[in-house]
């Protein structure tokens, strides 16, 4: 059996996980509008991802004997400047999250509670990746200024992102 704080933390994060998924979302409507497919690719493999990690919270919580409490999600932004204005949007969200999953093994670690350190080892390590893909993206958009070539080149780019393996609920992914 889990412990009520550990519990109450997981089920925050799988509504902050779904948020994210929604704002990515979100984000890949904005891109539609401008006709950047190859961003909107990028934001749609996102979103899936945020569903997966989203999904294993939930298994984790329900496999340790807790309770799934689902709460509502948050409107996302649905405007913003530019394409960099969108991805430094998505890097501060990552950082974001890190800071919550780091927050979580404090949490974990105080209650000594073995299993969630282990499960979220995962996310530490998924973090550091989040964080850099977005922040490419940054980069990349930082170099090409208001060049539309190389906004054409960024979006042949990110149009190569392919689907993220299925979900899975043994936390190997
Ligand atoms: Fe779930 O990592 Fe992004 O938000």
């Known amino acids: 059996m889990i412990e009520k704080k550990m519990q ?15 704002l990515y979302q979100s984000m890949a409507a904005y891109f539609a509008e401008l006709n950047l497919n190859g961003f909107v690719n990028w934001m749609d493999q996102q979103v899936q991802e945020e569903l997966i990690h989203a999904r294993k919270f939930y298994d984790y919580l329900i496999g340790r004997g807790g309770r ?5 999600i948050e409107k996302p932004q649905k405007e913003w400047d530019s394409p960099l204005e ?6 501060g969200h990552e950082q974001h999250i890190t800071k919550r999953i780091n927050h979580m093994m404090d949490v974990a670690e105080e209650l000594k509670d073995r299993a969630t350190i282990s499960m979220l080892q995962w996310f530490i ?15 990349m958009l930082k170099r090409i200024g208001k060049d539309d070539h190389g906004l054409f ?11 993220p393996a299925a979900t899975t609920t043994d936390n190997q992914e």
């Open 68 to 72: 799934v409490e689902l709460e509502a």
């Open 125 to 139: 390590d998924e973090q550091v990746e989040e964080e850099a893909n977005t922040d490419e993206s940054v980069q």
């Open 8 to 22: 109450d933390e997981i089920n925050k994060q799988i509504n902050e996980e779904l948020f994210s998924a929604y």
């Open 153 to 163: 080149m960024v979006d042949r780019e990110l149009a190569k992102r392919p689907a």
């Open 86 to 91: 969108v991805f430094e949007a998505a890097y």
